[in-house]
């Protein structure tokens, strides 16, 4: 089993199921949240090792979560991945300015390369994946 944690803030009840169906199969624990007042308390209670995070949704938008998750001492060290419909660059570069360590846009993203680009992801942030003989946490 890997050795991390992923939150996933979607409102999208079918793509926050098939994400966590998906990163479930890999091996990861997986949490999910259906706004971004609801992540911002999984992140704070759920010590996650990674957050992807939607742009567009009730409550608060994706950049206001992410703005409230890199203030916050105890969650500002987590990786924030976007996941977006669009391909603006004006958005990329206004998520990234904010912390976020990706961004990646919906429409040209299979379920496994979205498992691969996790992974990646971790491994830039130094997270111990464990190995496949290493009993989960």
Do not use: W
């Not at 890997?2 to 999208?12: T, Y």
């Not at 001492?73 to 912390?99: F, M, W, Y």
Request: charge should be negative.
């Amino acid at each position: 089993m890997i050795n991390a944690r992923i939150l996933v803030i979607e409102d999208d009840k079918f793509l926050r199921r098939a994400c966590e169906v998906s990163l479930g199969k890999r091996g990861f624990s997986v949490l999910t949240a259906v706004d971004g007042e609801e992540g911002i308390r999984q992140a704070l209670s759920g010590s996650p090792d990674l957050i992807l995070l939607d742009m567009l949704m009730p409550r608060l938008t994706g950049i206001e979560t992410l703005e409230v998750l890199k203030r916050e001492e105890k969650t500002r060290h987590i990786p924030v991945v976007i996941l977006s419909n669009s391909s603006i660059e004006a958005d990329v570069q206004r998520a990234k300015a904010l912390g976020a360590v990706g961004y990646l846009v919906k429409a040209s993203l299979s379920l496994r390369e979205l498992g691969d680009r996790v992974i990646g992801f971790l491994e830039q942030a130094g997270v111990d994946l464990g190995t496949p003989e290493d009993p989960p946490r």
